[in-house]
């Protein structure tokens, strides 16, 4: 495994560019070269966080549309989420030869859902490096890639898998920063597919948001459109910290225009998905779609209920999560992780700490039920919170 890193390494070190490029990718490898000329000369990688004034241009260039995706006012391409993702790893790959990319049939088969694709052929086979079916061993050569300089983005071929890298994830990635006295840091990216999909039985669709939520040292961050994906996949690459990006399994052929030009998107700052002015629903991921669905019900009714997608699963973005519930004074959590102990307890837990004065009623959490998921569609439906549950809550919550 030390002679993996140290090969790695060292091929990292001697790229400076891709050796071939196949015609298709040309414009995103181009984008990323006259981003990288504009650059500053010496500037430094993004830290710990990616400033909030960094991510402020793309984001005031994109407008919520009515289903809840963001798109482009002017300009740009049409991309599927798994293009955009593909489009973040090319152009941050080009403009730095030390982030690679490691897992199970990335290189070759361009990774399970087409993420990877032709990557192998344009960086090489040591920088988008196949692995045996290990999930605990490469995602430990992660964490000692990362600790001896590079930038490794570890594709989980489906989230549930990676418990069996719970321990590197947990006792390497997560806290080597601190137990090193600060001598090392990680600067590893782990992401791959989850959620509940169609019919993919109990093993595949897990949401394992919480499992990683109590990790010290972690980010974590869950993209939701085309536009998000591509510009937290880039932030996170350019954070000092590891982090975990959670794509769903669902979202993948989800599609968007996007900006032609370079953007990234801040890890810790939630999207304003619709303005409104009665209450506040709070989500994330797939269920930000299953929100709009209910929140074109509501309008309809006469609700005026505004939607936010939380982005960052840690840490919350309690600013922006609290200036919207001291105009609403209501609160919503719809999330498609499990009630006990998921996302929505600790943020309904942070919401009652920290702004329970400025509630006119009680913050509610519509989550999975605490079962594992069915194969059935009919019952797979039933564990997930669909539209008409969330139009009931709503209507509740105003009462």
């Not at 400033?51 to 049409?78: I, L, V, Y």
């Not at 990680?186 to 919480?210: D, F, N, T």
């Amino acid at each position: 495994m030390a002679a993996a890193v140290a090969s790695l390494q060292a091929t990292a070190a001697a790229v400076s560019k891709p050796r071939s490029v196949p015609p298709a990718a040309r414009v995103v490898v181009r984008v990323a070269a006259a981003a990288a000329s504009r650059r500053r000369s010496g500037s430094s990688r993004g830290g710990p966080l990616v400033a909030r004034a960094a991510a402020a241009a793309p984001s005031s260039s994109s407008s919520a549309t009515a289903d809840g995706a963001a798109g482009s006012s002017s300009g740009g391409h049409e991309v599927l989420m798994f293009e955009a993702l593909r489009e973040a790893m090319i152009e941050e790959m080009t403009l730095d030869p030390t982030v690679c990319m490691i897992g199970e049939d990335v290189g070759d088969y361009g990774g399970s859902y087409k993420v990877s694709k032709g990557l192998a052929e344009m960086f090489g086979d040591l920088r988008v490096l196949d692995t045996p079916i290990a999930e605990n061993s490469f995602t430990g050569m992660g964490v000692g890639a990362a600790m001896k300089g590079l930038r490794p983005v570890v594709e989980g071929m489906n989230m549930g898998f990676l418990l069996l890298a719970y321990n590197q994830i947990s006792n390497n990635c997560g806290m080597l920063h601190y137990t090193s006295g600060g001598q090392f840091k990680i600067p590893i990216v782990i992401r791959g597919p989850g959620g509940v999909g169609r019919q993919l039985g109990a093993e595949h669709s897990q949401r394992l948001e919480s499992y990683f939520q109590s990790i010290p040292g972690l980010q974590m961050v869950a993209c939701s459109t085309p536009y998000n994906a591509k510009g937290l996949l880039k932030a996170a690459i350019r954070s000092e910290n590891p982090v975990v990006v959670f794509e769903h399994v669902l979202l993948y052929n989800l599609k968007e225009k996007i900006p032609d030009e370079e953007y990234i998107c801040c890890l810790e700052e939630a999207e304003m998905v619709r303005p409104g002015s009665q209450v506040t629903i709070l989500t994330y991921s797939r269920m930000r779609y299953h929100v709009m669905q209910a929140a074109k019900t509501l309008v309809n009714k006469g609700y005026d209920p505004e939607v936010i997608d939380i982005r960052s699963l840690k840490p919350f973005d309690l600013h922006t999560i609290g200036k919207s519930i001291k105009k609403t004074h209501r609160v919503l959590v719809v999330e498609e992780c499990m009630r006990t102990g998921g996302i929505g307890a600790s943020l309904r837990s942070a919401i009652i700490d920290n702004f329970w004065d400025d509630l006119d009623a009680p913050p509610t959490c519509l989550s999975s039920q605490d079962v594992p998921t069915p194969y059935a569609a009919t019952l797979e439906d039933a564990t997930v919170v669909q539209p008409a549950q969330i139009v009931a809550a709503v209507e509740q919550i105003c009462q």
